[in-house]
């Protein structure tokens, strides 16, 4: 009987102890998916592509307690690394350049898969400035249109640190995640920057369409549309001034069409500061302003 108490007992211990391993990891997967839904709403509520980098390697940082972080881009030859954004101890580095293919970030880069190193500083492919003060360190991809973009890297500057596998599945759907936020962000830039260009060149056009390209007073199409609109007016009154410049084609043809245009821009000139801002100075003719 008491063999089979102590049985008894020592089965009842291991089943409580199975059940409470279980009970920890399921409350710590849901501390972390709950985590890794805040992290993903506050990454995808980003727009601003170097806003959302910063976002991102915190993050990353936090759920893996890392002590430092980075987001490496390529330059336009992909022949470079640059490291664009930082925090904690790597921050003195931003700006830093290395190949494209060296160290534990150029294997990301080669394979597009998440690198591991644990005890970076005997690896003897490790590179700088990472080999000055990384203990441990992780690198994954930033994708866009299943390509890699950029790296983010995680290190660990203290000693004894390691990145263990729960941090790396976590970094997996973060990865995946920040990839996709970093498209729609960069989408988003892009777009954005098409509708600028698109303003800058229709107020260009409409520029050009109402003014004088030699000196940029209103031209002759801007100033009969304004007597139209003056026409229409019930009452007021309006004063109008029409004028030319004597001799202009004499100095044309004695001392060439640049001094000419001096002439023009410098009645234009005077002109304009003649006038207050609300009223119309056109040059409606090769020598004629109104």
């Given at each position: 009987a008491a063999l089979h108490n102590a049985e008894l007992y020592t089965s009842l211990q291991k089943e409580l102890t199975e059940r409470l391993i279980a009970d920890a990891e399921l409350q710590r997967r849901n501390k972390l998916l709950s985590f890794l839904h805040e992290a993903s709403m506050e990454i995808m509520n980003r727009q601003d592509v170097v806003d959302l980098l910063e976002t991102i390697v915190k993050k990353a940082a936090e759920i893996t307690g890392a002590s430092t972080g980075s987001v490496l881009l390529f330059n336009d030859e992909r022949t470079e690394r640059i490291r664009v954004v930082a925090t904690g101890p790597a921050s003195a580095m931003l700006g830093s350049r290395n190949r494209i293919d060296e160290g534990a970030a150029g294997q990301v880069w080669k394979t597009g898969?998440?690198?591991?190193?644990?005890?970076y500083k005997r690896w003897e492919h490790r590179?700088?400035?990472?080999?000055?003060?990384?203990?441990?360190?992780?690198?994954?991809?930033?994708?866009?249109?299943?390509?890699?973009?950029?790296?983010?890297?995680?290190?660990?500057?203290?000693?004894?640190?390691?990145?263990?596998?729960?941090?790396?599945?976590?970094?997996?759907?973060?990865?995946?995640?920040?990839?996709?936020?970093?498209?729609?962000?960069?989408?988003?830039?892009?777009?954005?920057?098409?509708?600028?260009?698109?303003?800058?060149?229709?107020?260009?056009?409409?520029?050009?369409?109402?003014?004088?390209?030699?000196?940029?007073?209103?031209?002759?199409?801007?100033?009969?549309?304004?007597?139209?609109?003056?026409?229409?007016?019930r009452d007021g009154s309006a004063g109008l001034i029409?004028?030319?410049?004597?001799?202009?084609?004499?100095?044309?043809d004695?001392?060439?069409?640049?001094?000419?245009?001096?002439?023009?821009?410098?009645?234009?000139?005077?002109?304009?500061v003649s006038f207050r801002s609300s009223d119309i100075v056109a040059r409606i003719g090769g020598d004629e302003f109104a």
């Open positions: 898969k998440l690198v591991l190193i644990n005890d590179s700088h400035p990472a080999d000055t003060m990384a203990e441990s360190v992780v690198y994954f991809p930033l994708k866009s249109a299943n390509e890699v973009v950029g790296i983010i890297g995680l290190w660990h500057t203290e000693a004894g640190k390691r990145f263990e596998s729960k941090d790396i599945e976590i970094l997996d759907q973060l990865a995946g995640l920040a990839s996709i936020a970093y498209e729609n962000a960069y989408l988003y830039r892009e777009a954005q920057k098409e509708i600028y260009d698109r303003r800058q060149t229709e107020e260009l056009l409409q520029y050009q369409n109402f003014h004088d390209s030699l000196t940029g007073l209103y031209n002759r199409t801007y100033f009969e549309e304004e007597l139209q609109r003056l026409d229409k007016r029409m004028l030319d410049v004597d001799g202009l084609k004499l100095i044309n004695t001392l060439g069409h640049e001094r000419g245009d001096l002439l023009l821009t410098s009645v234009a000139h005077i002109l304009s």
